[in-house]
């Protein structure tokens, strides 16, 4: 285990609305303690389920769905300055590699809410694994009620959910 003083916050991104509050959150924090952030993103596909309206060709190339959330990552984390910050992506399954990657974190840092209530129902919450398994603190921060119109919001990664079972 790390070193609490230079260990990074953890923070779970899939550019939803409440992930980006989580960004600022974990950003504002790593400023007071003078820590790094970790920001990762995964991305898995799931070939059973596609919930993105696009073509199915598109749906189920791989390297297009990792480009999105690539796309997503970096457009969030690009104006961000004034913290020593790494955007991380990663395949696999978002709740388990969450609690993984926060193993030696300061914090673990998660929007309430990701991709919407279906997601969750078909997902489950990853908000409540990592609160109930990750080893470090866990702060799960909810997204602003008023949000700017879609379109000068950041762009939605293609979800892709994980295993069903």
């Not at 409440?18 to 991305?43: N, T």
């Not at 389920?49 to 297009?64: F, N």
């Not at 603190?137 to 762009?155: G, I, S, W, Y």
Request: net charge negative; with cysteine; charged share 20%.
């Amino acid at each position: 285990m790390r070193d609490n003083e230079t260990s990074p916050i953890v923070v779970g991104f899939d550019g939803s609305e409440a992930a980006v509050a989580a960004l600022h959150w974990a950003v504002d924090q790593a400023r007071l303690l003078g820590c790094p952030i970790d920001v990762i993103s995964v991305w898995h596909m799931e070939y059973t389920v596609m919930m993105e309206p696009s073509s199915a060709a598109t749906r189920l190339d791989p390297r297009i769905v990792e480009d999105g959330h690539r796309t997503v990552l970096e457009a969030a984390t690009a104006d961000i300055d004034g913290v020593d910050l790494r955007g991380v992506l990663i395949e696999g399954d978002v709740k388990r590699l969450l609690v993984e990657t926060s193993g030696d974190a300061r914090l673990l840092v998660v929007g309430n809410r990701g991709h919407g209530p279906l997601a969750e129902l078909l997902l489950g919450s990853v908000s409540s694994y990592c609160v109930h398994h990750a080893t470090c603190p866990v702060v799960v921060v909810k997204a602003a009620r008023q949000m700017a119109p879609r379109a000068e919001r950041l762009p939605m990664a293609p979800l892709t959910p994980g295993p069903l079972l």
